[in-house]
Each structure stands twice: as structure tokens, then as C-alpha cells.
């Protein structure tokens, strides 16, 4: 009986990591998608300090950041070049929006 119950839970367990990972390949698919994810990300502070000085804040930060991680691995099982290739786009667009940008003289 829990022999059966395991083989049970490891292909629900699969089903769930199958559904997931073709979730966000659709999402990830669309520019607002893509979007989307880049804010989510950056929100969740990963390449930021945790640590606040509070204990409360420190451990709030580190579950940001823990689900960061979590988002991240999910799009690296996926597909392992499609962070990179999100971050690039992050990296691009934010080059676009600098060279837009008029630069006054202060003389």
C-alpha cells in the first residue's frame, strides 16, 4: 500500500513539474510575459542584501528572495539559457532607455 502511495505522489509530483515548466514556457513566450517575470524577479531582491539590521525585515527579504531562486530554477529546468537570454533583454532594454534620454548641459 505505500509503495503505491508513493508511485502515486512521484507522478503527481511529475504531472505538477510538467505543467509548470510548460506554464512558463508559455509565458515566457509573450514580451509581457517576459516582462512580467522581470519584475517579479527583481522584486524579489536577489542580487541585493538580505540582511537589514532587523531581524523581521532580514527574514521577510530572505522569503523574497527564496522564491526568487525558486522562479529562477524553474526557468533554468525549462530551458537552462532562457535566464540568461532574460537578463540580456533586461540589460538591453535598459541601454535603450539610457541612450533615449537627452542630456542637458549645465552651463
Known amino acids: 500500500m505505500t509503495d503505491q502511495l508513493t508511485e502515486k505522489l512521484s507522478a503527481d509530483d ?3 513539474r510538467d505543467r509548470v515548466q510548460l506554464d512558463l514556457e508559455a509565458v515566457l513566450r509573450l514580451p509581457q510575459g517576459r516582462r512580467v517575470l522581470l519584475m517579479i524577479l527583481e522584486r524579489c531582491g536577489i542580487y541585493r542584501s538580505a540582511y537589514t539590521g532587523d531581524r523581521q525585515a532580514t527574514d521577510f527579504r530572505l522569503g523574497e528572495q527564496n ?4 522562479l529562477i530554477a524553474q526557468i533554468e529546468m525549462m530551458n537552462p539559457t532562457e535566464y540568461p537570454a532574460l537578463l540580456l533583454d533586461r540589460a538591453r532594454k535598459m541601454i535603450e532607455e ?6 542637458v548641459d549645465e552651463e
Open 14 to 16: 511529475q504531472l505538477n
Open 98 to 103: 539610457t541612450a533615449s534620454v537627452p542630456v
Open 67 to 70: 522564491v526568487g531562486l525558486w
